[in-house]
Every structure is written in C-alpha cells, then in structure tokens.
C-alpha cells in the first residue's frame, strides 16, 4: 500500500516598503546582538554574532559584530529601508564596529543613542579576575 505525500505549500515573505526603521545594538562581553525594527517597533530583521556561526570567545570580537551588521543591513535594505535610527545598548567590543559597518552599507544614519543601563550604586560588580 502506497502512501499519498503531504505537499505542503511553501509561503514566502512579501517584501514590505519599510522606509525607516531603527537598529538597536546589544553588545555583551560574550556577543553582539542586533536588531532592526520599524518605527512602531516591530521586527524586520535581527542577527547574532552566534547566529553567523562564530563559536567561544569569536562571538566578543568587533569582527564578528561587523558581520552581523551587514548581514541584517541586508536584509533590511530588501525590506526597503534606506533611513535608520541606532540605539546601542551594553560595554562590549561590537559597539563601534557595528556602527562602522552600518556605515559602509549606505544607510542614512539620523541619530545615535546610547541607552546603556548605568546603575545609581545598584548590585555589586564582578570581582576582578586574577590571572
């Protein structure tokens, strides 16, 4: 007895005319997440350095932000959108780097801000690693 295949129909993304958005960098010590949002703050595209394939301590370097970056300005630019607003959050290495790469891919930059949390004497930091 044969079975009848399951076709099952393959839906693709339309490609929405988003003209502006925003980008928000979340650069860790471990790793560089970025996302980009329309302006009403729904998701167009988002990227990790650890999505890419970089593994370890390869995920913290400004190079594997940089790729990130291009990865989700290209699929931001399909989306339509040419002018951007960055939002960079965290101390890690991918902050500037980021910011370069986006740079390089032809987006209208509007305005940068930093939105790092910054305690008012809140929990107590790490102690220091003695090597």
């Known amino acids: 007895m044969a079975r009848e295949k399951k076709t099952r129909s393959v839906t693709r993304k339309e490609k929405k005319n988003i003209p502006e ?3 928000f960098v979340y650069s860790t010590f471990n790793n560089t997440v970025i996302s980009i ?3 009403l703050g729904n998701a167009v595209a988002w990227t990790s350095a650890g999505c890419l ?3 370890g301590s390869r995920k913290s370097t400004p190079f594997a932000a940089q790729t990130a970056m ?3 300005a290209k699929k931001a630019a399909d989306q339509g959108m040419r002018k951007v607003e960055v939002r ?4 890690g290495p991918g902050r500037d780097a980021a910011l370069r790469a986006l740079q390089s891919t032809g987006f209208e930059v509007s305005r940068i801000c930093d939105t790092t949390p910054i305690p008012h004497n809140g929990c107590k930091p790490p102690k220091q690693r003695r090597v």
């Open 53 to 55: 394939g970089f593994k």
């Open 88 to 91: 960079v959050k965290g101390p």
């Open 70 to 72: 291009v990865e989700v």
């Open 21 to 23: 958005g925003i980008v």
């Open 37 to 39: 949002t329309d302006k």
